[in-house]
């Protein structure tokens, strides 16, 4: 069961143009969620994150925005640029023994900033 | 600050052989945790060590995986009896105790695959 999903495999926005980056999910007991970037032949880096009572926050060009009631969450670029052009994953966190935490991740939506 | 590093980036092997790879976290990070990636999908969480202890581990590491810290600096995961399923991309990820945000830092990973 996927419990984090991002329906949206790829998506292509002009520079200078806002990208809005889409995610769901259906565990209510997830207290954190986070928004990684990842370039080819390079691991995740991490971007932004969102507190599960919190419904926006905010850093530079990115903002994710949290919609609880229907367990939606988004990320804002504003404005494009062509070096953001990657492979972006929104993931959702779990409280683990000893206060590590796991990290469920959605597929994945390849966003590609056009000149 | 050097990032999380892994070895070796790339591991062909034929099935039925063992493998072993390392994983070398963030110098003060004292949580540690290795993930796998399929084509398409997101990473998926295996397991996590706080220190040297291994607190959880995925109904995804079967039998023929085993992770080992020891001393709480690297990590080691080794897959026995190779299986074709077993080609992926093995992503190591390590945070500090205290992140009010949650987030992980990845490696680079370290892509397998079983002929």
């Known amino acids: 069961d996927q419990q984090v999903k991002q329906n949206s495999p790829s998506l292509s926005v002009q520079e200078g143009r806002i990208s809005i980056l889409n995610c769901d999910y259906t565990?209510?007991?997830?207290?954190?969620f986070l928004w990684y970037k990842k370039y080819p032949a390079e691991g995740p880096t991490f971007l932004i994150s969102?507190?599960?009572?919190?419904d926006k926050n905010e850093d530079g060009r990115f903002t994710v925005f949290l919609n609880k009631s229907a367990k939606h969450l988004s990320l804002h670029i504003v404005p494009s640029q062509p070096g953001d052009s990657a492979v972006y994953f929104c993931?959702?966190?779990?409280?683990?023994?000893?206060?590590?935490?796991?990290?469920?991740f959605g597929t994945g939506t390849q966003l590609k900033v056009e000149l | 600050d050097t990032g999380v590093s892994q070895d070796p980036r790339h591991k062909i092997t034929k099935r039925g052989q063992n493998v072993t790879f390392r994983c070398d976290p963030i110098?003060?990070?004292?949580?540690l945790y290795w993930y796998r990636q399929t084509l398409g999908q997101g990473p998926e969480f295996l397991t996590y060590?706080?220190?040297?202890?291994?607190?959880?581990k995925s109904r995804l590491l079967s039998d023929r995986f085993s992770a080992e810290r020891p001393k709480g600096s690297f990590s080691t995961l080794e897959i026995q009896r190779t299986e074709q399923g077993d080609s992926a991309m093995y992503l190591c990820?390590?945070?500090?105790?205290?992140?009010?945000?949650?987030?992980?830092?990845f490696g680079p990973g370290t892509r397998l695959t079983v002929t």
């Open positions: 969102i507190s599960s009572i919190k």
């Open positions: 110098s003060e990070h004292n949580r």
């Open positions: 993931a959702a966190s779990t409280i683990l023994t000893g206060g590590g935490n796991k990290l469920t």
């Open positions: 990820a390590s945070s500090r105790a205290g992140t009010a945000t949650y987030e992980q830092y």
């Open positions: 565990n209510s007991m997830f207290d954190y």
């Open positions: 060590f706080q220190n040297e202890a291994q607190l959880e």
